[in-house]
């Protein structure tokens, strides 16, 4: 079984990094296995769509902003809830949309794709760093992908 | 007075909503059309390096990292006072044309296309690239993921990623192409040429044939009579990686080109205060408010004011196809035209998606002709600066509007101060006017027709393929709209949405 874990998000646009932080903690973290790649992207609706061709499994990591919840909190999602950062685009499709063309068109998708969030305060605001209450949910956002994999 | 706001992006709150003020009869007073913007990035880059700029601006937007490249190369350039050899500037105008290639597909397959293909009445549901696929035929999403696989080939081969390019620094590349990469390359851009070629025979048949589809694009809700903007070559031939910046006035008439560091002579940014994005406008000209005619200094930058901006485009298929884009919309007019095509001008708004596809094939054929080149795989591609850094502009077309980046650094290279204008941030002033129209063709006496409004303003936002502050990351892409409608006491009457969780 060939897993993918994506982190998406800017390097430098403040919270908006997150998803990219929590991939590099997981690489760090998990022993060598070959049927797993931890990667990391930029990428919403169609180009996330085309980079999980081939994978059996897809775990993204990504930062959300819903307002609902406070900064830092982490998040089990589907990919029909509602989009994160990344999973969205107005210059390209949202992710489901870009699932069912794949359905479509017959390409191999993942049988399974999870989507770890986290609620960001600030993605407006060019920075390398997450604010505190982001910083701190890294290493729990990395322990559920990593329970996803169990 | 009557209160009535469209929030197309409801995730960011205070941020990118339109508000609609009616007068005591209910006629549209005025509109405010608000947009994001991301905050600091001039004070983050300060103190690094000049040369990390093509690799730091890329990371601007997810959407044209490529267009923030180049630009950031050639303003690097600028600063070193170096001048890079014709196989670097070749190779970054092939990857740029890839990149054209999978953006304007992108935009025609994904966004603009449903609404013609699928009809502008069409439930919003099936107005997507699923619903093309159904109506046209499964062949076409093939083609799709196709055209975009071919373009971030070609964007990894010369630019090192596939998303974001690395290979641009100051003097040209760090690497060139083989020549096996280079035959790989050239047979992928013939497939992309025929594919262009196919789109505009789809963009013929579904809507230059329908009366309907022709009038809605020719309806005065979607016309503008402003200012032109787009870079030229010496021939004055569409170009989107290099040359002069030519403007046309309201007649069509070539007002004017600047090379890349006299943009200040020409653009200047009025601010309002009710919104954090500035307007630029022709400094020349003048601000006289959002208004469209040769008084005003506002001016559009997008695919259709590339074509109107040039006399021609430099392949034969794309000058072809811009003729026949002329001749249509002139009508009788256009025998006037027919040794050169300065003097004409489009005004219709819409027939910027037709302007995107001939884009398109001219994108295509470009990444042919430089393919073939026999300097592509030369290895001079870089040559060394010696020169003490100053300031430098760059200036590329991106997709979605002239592209100006403008840096000054200390004599150590170090970033001192930064200046963009970014493509969206060009046509502000004239999406606001596009959003005035259409509120006021459909809110009468009070009363709004409200999918009208939905729709009118949707598409109107589409053919400017607006890129919000380079944050399109945070918007979905199916826009999602929302009306709300207030008495004068501020109490909602009624709500309209779509697309809306």
């Known amino acids: 079984m060939r897993t993918l874990i994506l982190g998406l998000g800017n390097p430098i646009l403040g919270d908006d990094s997150a998803g990219l932080k929590v991939a590099e903690i997981v690489r760090r973290r998990m022993a060598f296995d070959p049927s797993i790649e931890v990667s990391e992207d930029y990428a919403g609706g169609l180009r996330l769509m085309e980079r999980m061709i081939g994978y059996d499994q897809v775990i993204i990591v990504d930062a959300i902003c819903t307002g609902a919840h406070p900064p830092g909190t982490v998040l089990h999602l589907n990919t029909s809830d509602i989009a994160t950062q990344h999973t969205s685009s107005t210059h390209d499709l949202n992710l489901p949309t870009a699932l069912q063309l794949a359905a479509t068109m017959n390409l191999k998708m993942p049988e399974r794709i999870r989507i770890i969030a986290i609620e960001a305060e600030n993605v407006l605001e060019f920075s390398e760093q997450c604010s505190p209450a982001v910083t701190l949910a890294l290493p729990r956002a990395a322990e559920a992908v990593l329970a996803e994999l169990q | 007075m009557q209160r009535i706001t469209i929030d197309p992006i409801t995730r960011l709150e205070g941020h990118g909503k339109i508000e609609i003020f009616l007068d005591p009869e209910g006629e549209v007073a005025e509109t405010y059309f608000q947009i994001p913007e991301l905050r600091g990035f001039e004070q983050f880059c300060v103190g690094r390096p000049v040369e990390e700029m093509p690799i730091l601006t890329n990371r601007i937007c997810g959407v044209c990292p490529e267009a923030h490249h180049m630009a950031a190369a050639k303003a690097a350039d600028a600063v070193y006072h170096v001048d890079p050899p014709p196989a670097a500037k070749k190779l970054r105008e092939l990857l740029y044309s890839a990149f054209y290639v999978t953006d304007h597909t992108t935009h025609f397959y994904a966004l603009a296309g449903p609404d013609f293909i699928m009809g502008p009445t069409a439930p919003v549901a099936e107005r997507n690239i699923l619903g093309v696929i159904h109506k046209v035929g499964l062949e076409i999403g093939g083609n799709v993921i196709q055209a975009r696989k071919y373009g971030h ?226 290895d001079n591609f870089h040559t060394i600066p010696t020169e003490k850094p100053t300031e430098g502009v760059g200036i590329v077309e991106a997709p979605r509007g002239t592209l100006t980046h403008h840096y000054w650094t200390d004599e150590r290279g170090i970033l001192t101060r930064v200046n963009l204008i970014v493509g969206t941030t060009n046509n502000y002033a004239r999406m606001s006017m596009s959003i005035k129209k259409a509120a006021k063709k459909l809110i009468h006496g009070g009363t709004v027709i409200s999918e009208g409004l939905l729709n009118q303003v949707e598409m109107a936002f589409r053919a400017y393929d607006p890129c919000f502050g380079c944050a399109t990351h945070a918007l979905p892409g199916q826009m999602p709209l929302e009306v709300v409608i207030r008495d004068a006491s501020g109490h909602e009457v009624e709500r309209l949405s779509q697309h809306v969780k």
């Open chain 2, 153 to 378: 080939t070609v964007i990894e081969m010369i630019g090192g990623r596939k998303v974001h390019p690395c290979t641009s620094i100051p003097g040209g590349l760090t690497k060139g192409i083989t020549e096996e990469q280079r035959q790989e390359i050239e047979k992928m851009g013939r497939w992309a040429v025929d594919f262009a070629q196919f789109s505009l025979k789809l963009f013929d048949d579904i809507v230059l044939k329908h009366s309907d589809y022709l009038n809605m694009i020719l309806d005065d809700a979607f016309t503008h009579r402003t200012y032109y903007m787009g870079m030229v070559d010496e021939f004055n031939h569409v170009n989107f990686y290099d040359g002069q910046i030519s403007i046309v006035d309201p007649d069509g008439e070539r007002i004017g080109k600047y090379i890349p560091r006299e943009y200040p002579d020409w653009i200047a940014e009025h601010v309002e205060p009710w919104t954090y994005l500035k307007f630029p406008y022709l400094k020349k000209i003048g601000w006289k408010g959002l208004v469209d005619g040769k008084d005003s200094g506002v001016y559009c930058a997008t695919p259709l004011s590339r074509l109107n901006a040039a006399d021609g485009m430099a392949t034969p298929l794309a000058q072809e196809e811009y003729e026949r884009f002329y001749v249509t919309f002139l009508q009788g007019e256009s025998d006037r035209y027919s040794t050169t095509w300065q003097g004409k001008v489009v005004h219709h708004h819409l027939a910027t998606h037709w302007a995107r596809l001939i884009e398109l094939l001219y994108a295509a054929e470009r990444w042919v002709q430089l393919a073939t080149d026999p300097e592509i795989t030369s």
